[in-house]
């Protein structure tokens, strides 16, 4: 039986020993949507997963940070995810991939980086004024990129560019946003600017209960494909990741579904694409939970 047309693309890749770059913005969201695929890549050819938001700072926290911390069961950002970059490294070594902390602010801690003048004894009693997204629901989960995170998008495109140096080598997987985190929605932006291959995952679970932003995969002229190979220790992975699994799964149960990859329906040229001019701070996308 001949291959699907996902599967004829990653054989290929794969063959040809191109450099896959995926860009997880948290410490799960690689595995979380693309673990059955990197257990398949992970031996067969050179994987790197690059976490960009990998780090929280010191309090005070905003309402919407220390609800997550009491959701998680912690009391301090820092050791939080001091243990969350541990669980990355053991889970990841286990499908033979290559990991790397960059190091970027998580959005929920992540500050502004010229506090607005005035407010330096206010934000100590109402820390919102001194963050880039003061709440969560209606600002980090809205599908927008603050204005303010201008030098956070260079720093992500940096990443790319140090870690598939070249023009045209390599492939990016990238996360298509759905769910509208802030973070996602950063993250796809700097790869679809990259002007380097990249195919887009859809964020699980997050793709559950939201929807995918129509008017970007139209104007990358993206066709959805299903991945079902290694989802049978996904659900294993994914618990590896114990400081967020109940929350994302509180029920328990983490659902068997395929994974879901974007790729252009015309393919690609043997030279490096054209950059795109695709949305930057400020983008929508669908709205949903992250």
Request: aromatic share 6%.
């Amino acid at each position: 039986m001949a291959d699907d047309p996902l599967t004829s693309f990653v054989r290929t890749v794969v063959g040809s020993g191109t450099p896959i770059l995926v860009l997880s913005p948290h410490l799960d969201d690689a595995v979380l949507s693309c673990g059955g695929l990197l257990g398949w890549d992970g031996r067969r050819a050179p994987v790197t997963v690059a976490s960009l938001f990998t780090e929280a700072t010191p309090p005070p926290y905003t309402l919407s940070a220390r609800q997550y911390l009491k959701q998680t069961g912690a009391d301090d950002a820092e050791e939080l995810f001091a243990e969350r970059r541990a669980e990355d490294r053991r889970v990841l070594e286990r499908l033979d991939v290559h990991c790397r902390h960059v190091g970027l602010v998580d959005g929920l801690f992540r500050r502004l980086p010229r506090p607005r003048r005035g407010t330096a004894r206010l934000a100590r009693l109402l820390p919102e004024v001194a963050h880039v997204y003061p709440t969560y629901r209606l600002h980090l989960s809205r599908g927008r990129v603050s204005p303010h995170d201008a030098e956070t998008l260079r720093a992500v495109a940096a990443t790319v560019d140090e870690l598939l140096p070249g023009s045209s080598g390599g492939l990016v997987l990238a996360p298509l946003g759905v769910g509208g985190h802030a973070d996602h929605v950063l993250v796809r932006t700097a790869a679809e600017r990259s002007g380097r291959r990249v195919v887009y995952y859809s964020d699980f679970p997050y793709n559950q209960h939201a929807a995918p932003d129509a008017r970007f995969s139209g104007r990358n002229r993206l066709v959805a494909r299903g991945w079902e190979r290694g989802l049978d220790r996904k659900a294993e992975l994914i618990r590896g990741y114990g400081t967020q699994a109940d929350a994302l799964f509180p029920e328990g149960n983490i659902p068997r579904v395929p994974e879901v990859y974007l790729l252009p329906k015309t393919g690609w040229t043997a030279t490096k694409p054209a950059p795109a001019r695709g949305p930057g701070i400020g983008v929508r996308t669908a709205g949903g939970v992250s």
